[in-house]
């Protein structure tokens, strides 16, 4: 099967900045963000003859960036968030949401990004993340819930 | 949740996205065609060890600065902190030792590090070094009643190179209980509170004198005292939200950050980390095919299961194969840990099970016929901070060590083909090595991070 040599520079262009601003909440930040990002598409552009297209191009390149990501990131849970709060999320942009989105365990937090952030469909999250579609459905239906209860309390507050 | 809902919050939270694009296909082209693929791996492998060594060394420093500077752990690697246990409180504890399954010896004496009280109940926290662990015991009277104890490993704090070690994080003190909270929304939203305290304590070094805590918006500062902290949640946390950072350091200075693993964590499980840059990375001899000799000819080394109050019941296999052989094993005898090392079933398999709390059994059954020489396992009874790598090995291991991720490297109690040794999970993860009789490496094995 394989991929071309278009589709992956296609797809890096159509989506580059979705791949860097997920793959920034596991990195700790923009910059390192964007070294995982070019790694990983350099890695996917040298093996795109091994891509088996089971699945989509896109799920097998976030596959490769996790993996860079998940080597290269603190694996201190407490180190990542540190780097969330001072790198990436801005709580003066929305701070209650900002909040919130902390509050979230990290593999719920997670997928939240790659759907709002990727946006992925629920099947694209499963294949990057090795879970179930149901697994992401319900990970995602609880993760909305609080985040809109945030939403909802901040509004009550006013 | 309503659409309205769903666009409402994608909206939000596409006003947090960076929109800015500073994407590069010649740089990805440059990255891709520059290195080829073995090329860079073996580059990145060794610019990673370089990383890691320099790491390393400037974290040794750093630690050895450190412990100057606040006197290290010497309260207690060579001294006794806290004062003597009550003769009730000893006898408490006496009486819970004799009932476990993985009793320390019995002339085992506490030390009283903290008493405070907290939402109608007292909490104590005790102490004690055995053989090579540091184990504290916290015991709640009133609505939390209860006992609970975590152990960290003596070489743990003889390098340290932070100024406390962490022993348990967010732990209920005494039974769990829970309550639903909070307004329904959409008949799908309310959280879960706690209702019983959380606790977290650990040991700290010589001159600490506060321990913060952070977890969501909240800081707290530990009760800090005889070379010990403890820190109580009881306004009825919220389950989720965890202590996400530690620091400790003395009055008026900068504190440090204190390492620590929290609850058993892995954002995505398919992708555990594995690489651990020290250590052998290739066998200098694959042995010929062995096993036990002792457990074939049923020799009765270690104890019986009776002689070790442990239920036959309890082991793994028993129900599904019976019991054929089980003796119980004490790698390091100053130390609690234990191993039953069992044969099951009708062709005898060879099964182990690993006793590391008051009744925490868990293992699992394995052949050495395929040419394997050690099973490896790692059990955390009840989210501790350190768990114990444990497991049995073939006749050809004469020795095992342990290389952890900061490149310290731990000799392992082996004793009658069972090992166990206590190690820290932020120290994972690390590699298993086994050496034959001629000191020459017949088998590594990597144990994931967790």
Not at chain 2, 123 to 141: A, K, M, N, P, Q
Not at chain 2, 258 to 277: D, K, L, W
Not at chain 2, 359 to 367: E, L, N, P, Q, S
């Amino acid at each position: 099967m394989g991929a071309s040599e278009q589709e992956i520079e296609e797809l890096y262009r159509r989506r580059y900045v979705a791949f860097r601003n997920v793959i920034a909440t596991v990195a700790g930040g923009r910059e390192p963000a964007r070294d995982v990002v070019q790694d990983a598409f350099a890695q996917a552009f040298r093996r795109r003859e091994t891509f088996r297209g089971d699945g989509s191009l896109e799920a097998w390149v976030w596959r490769i960036a996790f993996r860079i990501a998940f080597a290269a990131a603190p694996r201190d849970l407490a180190a990542i968030e540190s780097l969330l709060e001072e790198a990436f999320l801005e709580p003066e942009r929305d701070p209650d949401l900002v909040y919130a989105i902390r509050s979230l365990p990290p593999r719920r937090r997670l997928v939240v990004f790659l759907r709002y952030f990727g946006d992925l469909s629920y099947e694209e999250i499963a294949e990057a993340c090795g879970i179930s579609e149901g697994t992401v459905a319900a990970t995602l239906a609880k993760a909305r819930a609080d985040l809109l209860a945030a939403i909802d309390r901040e509004g009550a507050e006013r | 949740m309503t659409r309205h809902g769903d666009s409402l919050l994608a909206e939000r939270l596409s006003a947090l996205e960076d929109p800015r694009d500073d994407s590069d296909w010649e740089d990805v082209l440059r990255r891709a065609l520059e290195q080829p693929l073995e090329r860079s791996r073996r580059f990145r492998g060794r610019r990673a060890l370089l990383i890691a060594a320099a790491i390393a060394v400037l974290m040794l420093a750093l630690g050895v600065a450190l412990a100057a500077t606040l006197g290290g752990f010497s309260g207690w690697l060579s001294g006794k902190p806290g004062s003597p246990a009550s003769p009730t409180e000893q006898s408490a504890f006496q009486q819970a030792n004799a009932r476990s399954w993985a009793a320390f010896p019995t002339g085992t004496k506490l030390r009283r590090l903290i008493v405070t009280r907290s939402e109608g109940s007292t909490y104590r926290l005790f102490g004690f070094r055995s053989g090579d662990e540091i184990c504290l015991r916290l015991t709640v009277d009133g609505a939390d009643r209860g006992a609970l104890m975590s152990c960290i490993p003596r070489l743990e704090l003889v390098k340290a190179k932070a100024p406390a070690a962490v022993a348990l994080v967010d732990a209920p003190a005494g039974k769990a209980r829970y309550e639903l909270t909070g307004r329904r929304i959409g008949g799908s939203r309310q959280r879960v509170r706690i209702r019983s305290g959380l606790v977290s304590f650990g040991v700290t070094a010589d001159g600490v004198s506060i321990v913060e805590l952070l977890y969501g918006r909240h800081r707290g500062r530990a009760r800090v005292a005889n070379n010990a902290f403890l820190y109580i949640r009881s306004n009825h946390p919220y389950a989720g939200v965890t202590i996400d950072r530690i620091s400790a350091g003395e009055s008026g200075n900068h504190l440090t950050a204190v390492p620590f693993a929290g609850r058993p964590y892995e954002p995505f499980t398919s992708h555990p980390s594995m690489n651990v840059p020290f250590g052998p990375s290739r066998v200098d001899l694959n042995p010929p095919l062995r096993s036990i000799e002792w457990i074939r000819h049923h020799e009765p080394r270690g104890l019986s299961l009776a002689q070790a109050h442990i239920p036959r019941s309890s082991l793994y296999g028993a129900h599904s194969y019976g019991i054929n052989f089980a003796r119980v094993i004490q790698p390091d005898p100053r130390n609690h840990v234990r191993v039953v090392m069992t044969q099951v079933g009708r062709r005898n398999a060879l099964c182990e099970n690993w006793i590391v709390g008051a009744r925490a059994v868990t293992g699992g059954c394995f052949g050495f016929e395929n040419g394997r020489l050690f099973s490896a396992g790692y059990a955390i009874p009840g989210g501790e901070e350190s768990g114990a790598v444990s497991g049995i090995a073939n006749d050809a291991v004469a020795r095992l060590d342990i290389f952890l991720n900061d490149g310290e490297r731990w000799p392992v109690p082996l004793k009658d083909n069972a090992y166990v040794i206590l190690v820290p999970r932020i120290l994972l993860p690390a590699k298993l090595v086994a050496y034959d009789a001629q000191n020459r490496v017949i088998g590594i094995q990597t144990l994931p991070g967790i």
